[in-house]
């Protein structure tokens, strides 16, 4: 690991909260929040969340939604087991995927997934949003109905056309950009609230490149 990058993470606020804390990664403070601005994880509701290994989202859903409650992490890499919270190997976009999530609905679905970084922004960008697209198509399938919908992309000229997309499906679209998100990060959060079954489209993924997706990190 660079020397430089170390010595920024051992500055920065929020890793240190989350080792103090027993999180597992500090993008847990960003659903948190989301999640006190816009209360989605309510005691009792099932979340499904994609992208989230190593884990530090589901553990904040876990705590929020209680006992009643179902977490699903869905990740290609491996999230050590979790009480309370069922892991699922797999990569949003399989169209295996929702059979394999042990619930035919969600009332929440929360993506902080991220394409591999190229270093290159138009590219890294148009990734990221075809992963929202992703999470979406998924979550078009398995979210109830008044359902809430959080993603995170990396923000550019493309943000405005998705938000547009996702109008039709929700009753209101937000943007939000935790404190937690670093500064110079260009990441914002997009968040869907009640959830309108069969309204509107999602434009296939690949549109943004012209290239299949890339591999997830
Ligand atoms: C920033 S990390 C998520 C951190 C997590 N929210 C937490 O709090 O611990 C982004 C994750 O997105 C995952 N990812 C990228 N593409 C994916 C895909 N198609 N399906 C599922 N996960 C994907 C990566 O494997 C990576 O673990």
């Not at 553990?59 to 179902?70: D, I, T």
């Not at 069922?86 to 999530?101: F, H, I, K």
């Not at 609230?193 to 890339?214: D, I, K, M, N, Q």
Request: no cysteine; hydrophobic share 40%.
């Amino acid at each position: 690991m660079p020397r430089r990058f170390v010595t920024e993470r051992r500055r920065d606020p929020y890793y240190r909260a989350a080792q103090r804390e027993g999180l597992r990664s500090r993008a847990a403070f960003k659903l948190t929040f989301v999640d006190d601005r816009f209360r989605l994880l309510r005691p009792g509701a099932r979340v499904l969340d994609l992208g989230a290994a190593p884990g530090g989202w589901s553990m904040v859903a876990r705590q929020r939604v209680g006992p009643r409650g179902l977490v699903v992490a869905v990740d290609p890499r491996t999230i050590e087991p979790m009480d309370g919270v069922r892991v699922v190997r797999g990569r949003v976009g399989d169209p295996s995927l929702p059979e394999r999530l042990g619930s035919p609905e969600f009332d929440v679905v929360v993506s902080d997934m991220s394409p591999r970084i190229s270093g290159a922004y138009a590219t890294d960008h148009a990734r990221s949003v075809g992963l929202v697209r992703d999470a979406f198509r998924l979550a078009r399938v398995v979210l109830a109905r008044r359902g809430a919908f959080v993603a995170k992309v990396f923000d550019g000229d493309m943000v405005v056309d998705l938000e547009h997309e996702l109008e039709p499906s929700f009753v209101r679209v937000r943007r939000t950009k935790p404190t937690a998100s670093r500064e110079p990060s260009s990441e914002i959060y997009i968040v869907g609230l009640g959830f309108r079954p069969g309204r509107g489209v999602v434009l296939p993924t690949g549109r943004e490149t012209g290239a299949p997706p890339a591999p997830a990190i």
